[in-house]
């Protein structure tokens, strides 16, 4: 197979390295890709957003499979465009990536279909949604309702915390039309846990799941990010639990948006939140999570080319069963001084050459070569992902090549993992 990966991250990274381990995958492109990215495919300079571009490069190169890494691609229509063309593609159509793209859609949905997650209420008004909060329970949740990078997703433990988050989004509009509406929703405690399946629209592979850690600083701290590191898996969930969420979660999902005629092929990723009361879907998303990929894939046994084709086709059930490898993986991830907001850019990368260890991987997303040199060139800038026979060894592996690399204002948490160990309790399975 001749395959396209889309986009130009760490996820998409690891989606080239893992497909290129596929005896079917004989050659990759990516676009517009990294600089990492360029060490084992072919990058070509087409943005995620050109789909002209990327359709024509697809018939033109004999493409056989197209795979979209970032969420806005499929939330505008790519897979409905290749589609037409007859380009087989892996993703869901724009009509089921809503279950994303706009949160007021799956909060509904998830409603409708009895699927558990928060009590919420959708406002566009912003003197509205602060009469509401402030006589609401602290702390509360508040959304922006389209994509945001991950970075959309707010908890306010005061009342002040609130109403300044409200304003920020409903009247600064800080993330212009993604934040024409929000959700305010009751908040939730317990363990927050990520678990991707691949579905043709009936049939669901699971994948293991992993935890991800979204706050910039250590102990949760600071400000929401798109991810700065991943474990994998989360053995804090027990199989009763994974049966219930397939039962009342991926189940009742994929087969709802079937009834809604919007049937649901790709990865379907459930964020959720293991309460005392049981899991409840904090939100879901259309395509691979980054970082959780670079932990996850890593693990698969299974040829990731020929899942993705069956999923594509329709015929998933005909691919078997997915298999794992034993053991842990760890992504920790590198970022740039200034992330999320204001990442700086353009710094000279040290060490990426000084180590030797086989069972560590780095995952490039913000890098691009000049000349001799690695010089970063995005908030998150590398993701480095250890694996050995348990966590603590594979974050080991993580951590001491990490300590072989750097740049000036290198950001990154030494306690990726932390929760891995604490109890859940749930009632009510």
Known sequence: MRVLVVGSGGREHTLVWKLKQSPRVKKIYATPGNGGIALIAQTVNIKADDFEGLINFARKNHIDLTVVGPEAPLAAGIVDEFQKRRLRIFGPSKDAAELEGSKTF???????????????????????????????????????????????????????????????????????????????????????????????????????????????????TGPNTGGMGAYCPARFLDEETMAFIREHIFEPTVSGMEKEGRPYRGVLYAGLIITEAGPKVLEFNCRFGDPETQAVLPLLKSDLALILKGVADGNLNTVGEVDWNNGSAACVVMASKGYPENPEIGKRIAGLRNYSDKRCFLFHAGTRRDGKNWLTSGGRVIGVTGIDHDLPAALARAYDVIGNIKFEGMVYRRDIGHKAEMPVKTVGI
């Open 106 to 220: 799956s909060k509904e949905f998830m409603r409708k279909y009895h699927i558990p997650t928060a009590p919420f209420q959708v406002f566009t008004n912003a003197m509205e949604a602060i009469t509401f909060i402030k006589s609401a329970a602290k702390p509360i949740v508040i959304k922006a309702d389209g994509l945001a990078a991950g970075k959309g997703v707010f908890i306010a433990r005061t009342q002040d915390e609130a109403v300044e988050t409200v304003d920020n989004i409903l009247t600064h509009r800080k993330f212009g039309r993604a934040g024409e509406k929000i959700i305010v929703e009751t908040f939730l405690e317990g363990q927050e846990v990520s678990i991707m399946a691949f579905t043709d629209g009936k049939t669901i592979r699971y994948m293991l799941p992993s935890q991800d850690h979204k706050r910039l600083g250590d102990g949760d």
